[in-house]
Nanobody, 117 residues
Framework: VLLADSGGGMVQPGGSLRLSCAASGFTFSTYDMSWVRQAPGKGPEWVSHINTDSSRTHYADSVKGRFTISRDNAKNTLYLQMNCLKPEDTALYYC???????????WGKGTLVSVSP
């Protein structure tokens, strides 16, 4: 199993970024997926979750209305569109395989998002 997250960078407040997570080594279309972030000096924070066919998505209150999770099962890729970014969104963002009832079992290496004036 390999999850390669990418797309992070530096952006000003109010800006946008789109993160990607390329999955390989398993049947991507049969697994729920999540994004998790960890800000400097803080513990991990779950951000968003999507089920296998994209019919159900869930968001942390801190990002609801600003972030959108999506997936392309034909491309084995997970996305996180982040709009209206705030300094408090600064963190290392990880994609994770998130099967029901088992918890997140595989993680990407993370991609850094930095939001500052």
């Amino acid at each position: 199993v390999l999850l390669a997250d990418s797309g992070g960078g530096m952006v000003q407040p109010g800006g946008s970024l789109r993160l990607s997570c390329a999955a390989s080594g398993f049947t991507f279309s049969t697994y729920d997926m999540s994004w998790v972030r960890q800000a400097p000096g803080k513990g991990p924070e779950w951000v968003s979750h999507i089920n296998t066919d994209s019919s159900r998505t869930h968001y942390a209150d801190s990002v609801k209305g600003r972030f959108t999770i999506s997936r392309d099962n034909a491309k084995n890729t997970l996305y996180l569109q982040m709009n209206c970014l705030k300094p408090e969104d600064t963190a290392l963002y990880y994609c994770a395989r998130d099967p029901p009832n088992d918890g997140m079992d595989y993680w990407g290496k993370g991609t850094l998002v930095s939001v500052s004036p």
